[in-house]
């Protein structure tokens, strides 16, 4: 049912498309008044970036929120909500999509690969703890919230190296389903190359 509810709410909602440096972006303005920008790989379809924007009490724009993809750059100095790290040497989250797996890369992190713990919680959130209490972060999974899928310990895979912790989530086959659905929406929206078109960006 959340997945069917999600699709409808793309599927409502006001669509422009541009094609730029091999990048399919599509900006969607929901029935809400959220705005929320994907951009895809031209070659493999795959979501390289997603940023959200909502109006704030006084229905101005607020700041671009970064799901997938790099955060923001921090244009002022200052610290944002999107990812951007506190110091050159704070740990931070990023993360990718594949075809086949939802990626969280925590950067930062200098510790060998057996001292960390990465579990699936019945919030349906992935916790990740180190046995020195170095470090623990909480990752939301808002793409297995849209197609209300629980999360399963089994699909979850880790490594550790440059300094990075790398968790890659095995996606289930109804999210590789809801994400094809939703790129046949993306593929309809007449969509211009660059030049031909302004469309709106994060």
């Known amino acids: 049912m ?8 793309l599927q409502d909602a006001k669509k422009t498309a541009i094609i730029q440096n091999g990048t399919r972006k599509v900006h969607f303005l ?6 929320l920008v994907e951009e895809y790989n031209t070659t493999t379809n795959v979501v390289t970036r997603r940023a959200w924007r909502v109006k704030d009490k006084l229905g101005k724009n607020g700041e ?14 200052s610290i944002d909500t999107a990812g951007i790290q506190e110091s050159p040497t704070s740990p931070f989250v990023t993360r990718r999509i594949t075809r086949i797996s939802l990626e969280w890369r925590i950067r930062n992190l200098p510790y060998s690969k057996d001292v960390y713990s990465v579990t699936a919680e019945d919030d ?15 990752l939301s999974i808002p793409d297995l919230d849209r197609c209300g899928v629980k999360i399963e310990q089994e699909r979850i895979n880790f490594t550790h ?10 996606k289930p086959p109804a999210l590789i389903d809801l994400e094809n659905k939703i790129f046949q929406e993306v593929s309809k929206v007449q969509t211009r190359k660059e030049g031909e078109v302004q469309c709106p960006t994060s």
């Open 124 to 138: 349906g959130t992935i916790t990740v703890r180190t046995t020195n209490k170095k470090y623990y972060k909480k």
């Open 2 to 9: 959340a997945a069917e509810m999600w699709l409808k709410t």
């Open 30 to 35: 929901l029935n809400d008044g959220r705005e």
């Open 161 to 170: 190296q440059h300094n990075t912790l790398i968790i890659t989530y095995k």
């Open 64 to 77: 671009w929120n970064v799901e997938i993809g790099d955060p923001e750059p921090n244009q002022n100095g």
